[in-house]
């Protein structure tokens, strides 16, 4: 099991690929402000958790400055996700990859969780891997909407023993990112052994950190989401979710079913018109 674990992995870029957070307001915290997405495949209303301020804000801000006006749905992957949001991706010929655009900022994470979590229509921020962003930081700009899929109990309680897999992997490579210098230089020297016995001893630290931790287990609530409508339970405490789809899944369902390229970007461009706030 120890030999699972390859140090070289950490230096892998992971995760969505992602692009100072909006001016505050003094917004009520028992109404929760929604917005319509118009795209060239159709409409979609989405509202924001009071939960998750700076994203809302700042999701608010670019919308009212038109930001978004233009862009593409650039990455669309069907029982995944459609994202959205690359400045980069407005008037961006055919072929080019995409989604290395943003707005020269990150947002704080904001797990607002088990509450908000990912199932099927769920709003959420793109971000950058955790090798390079361990705060796991959201992009500026750059956003998704799960469509994910159903899922039945028994893959759920295998998922649940997956993710307490995941829980020690993300410690190793925490404790891992503390000790590069010293990786570096054992790699420089050709010190097999002396990379070996680290790595023994980051797995050690890293089992007896996850053995402080509750075991996890799903919520009844995400339970009946992930078996019914669906979503992407992997992706739970590792991204921030700042709001929901109210109305237009359909449209983000016949989004999701596009033809893409190799690089999952829509062979014939879906493009967002305009983000109005509307109340």
Do not use: W
Request: glycine share 8%; aromatic share 8%.
């Amino acid at each position: 099991m120890k030999r699972h674990f390859i140090l070289l992995l950490i230096l892998l870029v992971g995760g969505l690929t992602a692009c100072g957070p909006g001016n505050k307001k003094n917004r009520s915290m028992e109404t929760e402000t929604k917005l319509k997405i118009e795209t060239s495949a159709g409409d979609i209303v989405v509202k924001l958790y009071n939960e998750t301020p700076q994203h809302r804000d700042n999701f608010i801000k670019l919308a009212e400055n038109g930001t978004y006006e233009g862009t593409l749905f650039h990455r669309v992957i069907k029982d995944f996700m459609i994202q959205a949001g690359d400045p980069e991706s407005k008037n961006a010929p055919k072929g080019k990859m995409l989604g290395s655009g943003d707005v020269g900022y990150t947002i704080p994470a904001e797990f607002v969780y088990p509450k908000y979590f990912h199932k099927k229509g769920a709003l959420s921020a793109a971000r950058q891997g955790d090798n390079v962003n361990p705060q796991k930081a959201s992009s500026g700009c750059q956003f998704y909407i799960v469509t994910g899929k159903v899922y039945s109990d028994s893959a759920l309680l295998s998922m649940e023993q997956q993710m307490g897999q995941m829980r020690l992997n993300n410690a190793f490579n925490a404790l891992a990112q503390k000790h590069m210098k010293e990786i570096y230089k054992l790699r420089k020297n050709g010190d097999h052994e002396g990379l070996m016995n680290l790595q023994d001893t980051l797995i050690a630290q890293a089992e007896a950190e996850v053995a402080k931790m509750p075991e996890f287990r799903f919520t009844p609530e995400q339970v009946k989401a992930y078996t019914t409508v669906g979503g992407t339970p992997h992706l739970d405490g590792e991204y921030t979710v700042f709001g929901e789809v109210l109305e237009g899944m359909d449209v983000v369902d016949k989004i999701q079913k596009v033809k893409t390229d190799r690089n999952d970007r829509p062979e014939e461009d879906v493009k967002i018109i305009k983000v109005e706030v509307l109340e």
